[in-house]
């Protein structure tokens, strides 16, 4: 069965530390991996993806992920952390046989960076 | 070109009572997910939509819910006789017609059942 984890419900980190949040999966295929985050009481924002070439892919905020096929790792990291980077954080990745275009979702880790 | 856009943002229900939640895709998008977020859980997906036609609804409960997406206006999300349990954050996706890599979400309609 497809599935993806975040084996940490919590990380934190203090303020210009670097943070890494850690995101695996099983998927059948050559994944197309996404990290999304929500910030309290706001919707889901799109970070980054990673669907070919480069294995390590910048986003929004700073934030870069890095995709590891052995590992079958996507962890998300940035090099210098903000308050403003506490968020709830969710990885994501989707089969790219065919048309399925259904994401599966990690269960969120939650991002605390303390000043 | 706005955003995916849901409402209401918060709904309140009684026990019993049918819930509707709208949800407008971006401009030039044909194609719609319904996910739903439970307290203590993550993103489920429920359904994914293209105009005027059900594509995946693997993820919707087999009674009580439906979704549609028809020609003109927004897709809904219906769930009917609500019960507690359904309380939770649910949210919308869009995406275009083609290549897509990455949906746009809604900000989410949050709503609890009493």
């Known amino acids: 069965a497809q599935s993806v984890a975040q084996p940490e419900d919590q990380v934190n980190v203090a303020e210009g530390n670097p943070l890494t949040v850690k995101c695996t999966y099983s998927v059948s295929g050559n994944p197309y991996l996404f990290w999304y985050v929500q910030y309290p009481n706001r919707g889901l924002q799109f970070l980054l993806k990673y669907i070919t070439g480069d294995n390590l892919v910048k986003g929004s905020y700073g934030f870069e992920a890095e995709f590891n096929k052995s590992q079958t790792s996507f962890h998300l990291k940035k090099p210098s952390a903000l308050v403003s980077d506490s968020a709830l954080y969710f990885c994501?990745?989707?089969?790219?046989?065919?048309?399925?275009?259904?994401?599966?979702w990690g269960l969120g880790t939650s991002l605390a960076v303390n000043p | 070109n706005a955003g995916v856009m849901q409402n209401p943002r918060h709904l309140v229900r009684r026990r019993g009572q049918e819930a509707r939640l709208r949800c407008s895709p971006m401009?030039?998008?044909?194609?719609v997910y319904w996910y739903r977020q439970l307290p203590e859980e993550g993103l489920k997906f429920m359904v994914y939509?293209?105009?005027?036609?059900?594509?995946?609804e693997s993820g919707m409960p087999k009674e009580r819910f439906s979704a549609e997406f028809p020609k003109e206006g927004p897709s809904i999300l219906r769930i009917q006789q609500v019960v507690r349990g359904d309380s939770a954050a649910y949210f919308c996706?869009?995406?275009?017609?083609?290549?897509?890599?990455?949906?746009?979400f809604g900000q989410g309609t949050r709503l609890t059942v009493v």
């Open positions: 996706a869009s995406s275009p017609i083609s290549g897509w890599t990455e949906a746009f």
């Open positions: 401009k030039g998008h044909s194609h």
């Open positions: 939509l293209q105009k005027e036609n059900i594509i995946d």
């Open positions: 994501a990745v989707r089969n790219n046989a065919g048309n399925n275009r259904k994401l599966i």
